[in-house]
């Protein structure tokens, strides 16, 4: 434990007392609206909000980022900084690392940094001469390659990549450069945070990569510099292994009194590494395992710039949006060919399934996550929509000929993953109280947060039983919802008689974005033989279709889309879709989970507005429309 104890500056510990929004009294706080108990009262009031405390609006942000502090970002011509990155997510206009104007439709609410732990502030370094790093032998050899030329400052990147992805021995000597640059990251995380208008919030990226297979975790922490400042990054240089990523969390929380967690994103690229039912020494997961796992990594990045992980069409076959920006040629490095049966232990819904089994055998479910997105811009701009999406690095900015570069290089060319094929880029909702730290990381630990493929769809849904097919449409849905049911990431238990669950769903378009399509509720279950299994049933469709006996409407909502300017109309869809719905096959002695999913109309793909806009030809390798898309934490039910 030597080598996670030395990474703090303080052992002085503190009481944390976890309150959630779900409590009737909440504890003094800087940040919250507070309800005493002299304000409580049995009396009737005619306010009918007065002791509300449930979670009343939807904040939209990013918790996967990367600045100039970052080595794959700042070393490849990222220039724009961690203050940059703020003003951006704010709402300000920003001149991008290409020289052009960009600026967000409209602000975040919330923004986590999470700037890669390994070789943290390198970049910067080199280009300010930065006296501890020319003092280390290592880093005056990288300084003085990558200030000799092209040839050099290639041959630089590919020692740090090897260094970072393969030998994962850290030749830097100098703690004294972290710490400073990490003091400076947290300080500037709580000048920009601004309590009920926009929440800044400290992470980073631990970037296991073992054998190029992908297991990496954003950390996201809830505390402002008091607490953050007395931790350094944890790196895979001190471990590739998940579990002492956990270690060293537990010993944050307890030395520091804060909170944190990690959030494992791109299973797609681990090559059926990221939620195999093995620890990472190959050993069998126990129950041990398996509450230390849930307790740390309560959500899953499903969808991203990297590609869209919920289903894979390979395992659902009967589902015809499954096929939805996947990749799943390689691993991370493209050194390894993707094999079928990889693919169940890498996407978010047959993963899902797994977790049903593994609760049944262990007692504890290790991958009961709820479901977010994030960008993982690597430019410091936090672009998620079609139109304004300004790519993943520098050199993927908005150009003529972006399309064509290689993200993901292999020498075998069917590995390789090219620019095209980026998505443009998701989000996280959450559903708070407050625009605070708190809040927000209260509501992600509940999961009651959802992923956005980029657009900010509002969807809400609750799981109960006994739940009428009127209240979706009554004014006080939300707060029947609460009383007598349980939101997204919640958990039903089974009621005497057995009768089948309930959900109310209703899902509101982004305002200055597309149409709904249509709601569907996806559902996992564990059969009589242990088996797992799922189904999916649209619950509301838009316009007259209809939706048949077996639970589908198979008639496509059309398309508005003209090609050739990249444009789209609402003239088909709905601006609203609710749903009341019973589960038709629901049996009391099966855990089952339940999701929604929330479907725009069709909508022009990034490369078809690059395509208007520079008068290009449209790549042929990806699809020319996409049907954005939320995708809500699920409801879970355990006998």
Known sequence: MIWLIKRFTTTSIYTLTVLFIYSGLTSASPYDVQITPEKLTSEPVYSPFVNRAYPDQVLFGDSHFHTNLSFDAGLVGTRLTVHDGYK???????????????????????????????FIGLAPMIQESEPT???????????????????GRMQAFAEII?????????????????????????????????????????GYEWTSTPKGDNLHRVVILADGADKTRQTLPFSTFESQDPEDLWSYLALYEETTGGRAMAIPHNGNLSNGLMFQPKTFKGEDITRDYAERRIRWEPLYEMTQIKGDEEAHPFLSADDEFADFENWDVSNLAGTTAKEDWMLRYEYARPVLKLGLQLGQELGVNPFKFGLMGSTDTHTALAT???????????????????????????????????????????????????????????SMQ??????????????????????????????????????????????????????APTFMVRALRDPDGANLDRIQIIKGWLDGQGETQERIYDVAVS??????ADGRATEPVGSTVDLEKATYTNTIGSAMLAAHWQDPDFDPAQSAFYYVRVL??????????????????????????????AYTSPIWYTP
């Open 88 to 118: 951006f997510a704010r709402g300000e206009k920003v001149i991008s690392n290409t020289g052009q104007p960009v600026q967000l439709i409209r602000p975040l609410d919330f923004l986590v940094v999470t700037d890669h732990a390994e």
């Open 133 to 151: 790093l020319l003092a280390d032998p290592w880093g005056k050899s990288i300084y003085d390659l990558f200030n000799s030329g092209q040839e």
């Open 162 to 202: 090897e260094i970072g992805t393969v030998t994962m021995v850290n030749p830097f000597s100098s703690d004294e450069a972290v710490s400073n640059i990490w003091q400076d990251f947290v300080e500037i995380a709580d000048t920009y945070n601004e309590p009920g208008r926009f929440t800044a919030m400290t």
């Open 384 to 442: 998620s929509r079609e139109e304004n999406y300004f790519g993943k690095y520098q050199h993927t900015e908005p150009s003529a000929n972006r399309h064509n570069s290689e993200v993901i290089p292999a020498d075998d060319p069917a590995l390789r993953i090219m620019t095209s094929q980026e998505q443009a880029g998701s989000l996280m909702a959450v559903w708070a109280r407050e625009n605070t730290r708190r809040d927000i990381f209260d």
């Open 446 to 499: 509940r999961k009651e947060v959802y992923a956005t493929t980029g657009t900010r769809i509002r969807v809400r849904v609750f799981g109960g039983w006994d739940f009428t097919d009127d209240e979706v449409t009554r004014p006080d849905f939300v707060d029947q919802g609460y009383k007598r049911g349980v939101p997204m990431g919640g958990d039903l238990r089974m009621t005497a008689d057995g009768k």
């Open 543 to 548: 316009g007259d279709r209809e939706i048949g």
């Open 600 to 629: 725009e109309i069709p909508t022009p793909r990034w490369t078809t507005y690059d395509a208007a806009f520079f008068k290009i030809e449209r790549p042929d390798n990806v699809p020319e429309t996409v049907q954005d898309r």
